[in-house]
């Protein structure tokens, strides 16, 4: 069971939270009453399968009641391996050089900042792009790199 407690026993108030690179391996239930929104986002090509990737998640809250989480994205980025979620670039880093790489670091900083915009900036974000780089599968998003335009290109 995932818990966003301090070691003091005061709670995080996430209301948001994104994972990627790997799916979550649990029973289910995340005890947190404040989630609002899970988005899990998987490569094509990661190392770890997406057979649970349609799973539905629930909340625990303070009272012990169990519900789904009210906000749940599943997003598969098609081309994508485990290591292509970070781009480091930059003077002190090196620069991207691989495609696929680059643009799935591009989509994870767009996402990650719609994402803090809560379910109405997501769905934009997924649903309303003019690219045509999303598919929707299954309750899948799919996402083609060959089409994806980031607006966050040429922002540092």
Do not use: W
Not at 71 to 94: K, M, R, T, V, W
Request: glycine share 8%; net charge negative; aromatic share 10%.
């Amino acid at each position: 069971m995932f818990k966003s407690t301090c070691p003091l026993g005061t709670r995080y108030r996430f209301t948001t939270v994104v994972t990627y690179g790997a799916p979550y391996v649990g029973d289910g239930v995340i005890n947190d009453p404040f989630l609002k929104t899970l988005i899990r986002v998987m490569g094509e090509y990661d190392s770890v399968p997406l057979q649970d990737l349609g799973q539905t998640f629930q909340i625990e809250d303070a009272n012990g009641n169990v519900r789904p989480v009210e906000n749940q994205y599943n997003i598969e980025i098609l081309g994508a391996g485990h290591l292509d979620f970070s781009c480091a670039s930059g003077p002190n880093q090196n620069e991207c050089s691989d495609f696929i790489n680059q643009q799935t670091s591009l989509f994870m900083r767009e996402l990650n900042l719609v994402a803090a915009r809560g379910s109405a900036g997501i769905d934009e974000f997924l649903n309303e792009r003019t690219d045509g780089c999303v598919e929707k599968i299954n309750d899948i998003y799919k996402i083609n790199l060959d089409k994806f335009i980031s607006r966050l290109r040429n922002t540092p």
